[in-house]
């Protein structure tokens, strides 16, 4: 029971995300956005799914994972918009 409870709070916290994500990818605006923060983030988050990994910890690997993909296509993006 308390696996389920970290992946419902982890998977709604994750899912904040995915808002981001589409807004961005949608207007291709990225100037708001810190590459400091985002670096920082990715890394951390990254970081959590391996630890999730070798704790296998679902609740971390599972909500880390979820994280990690609109965290990385806003990285990308801001990445893009400054580099190309």
Known sequence: MITLLGIIAGICT?????????????TKNTEGISLITYILFFIGVSSWVVYGALKWDLAVLLTN?????????????KLKSLYL
């Open 14 to 26: 994750s899912i904040s995300f995915i808002p981001q994500a589409i807004q961005t990818i949608k």
């Open 65 to 77: 994972v979820v994280t990690l993909v609109p965290c990385s296509v806003i990285l990308g993006l």
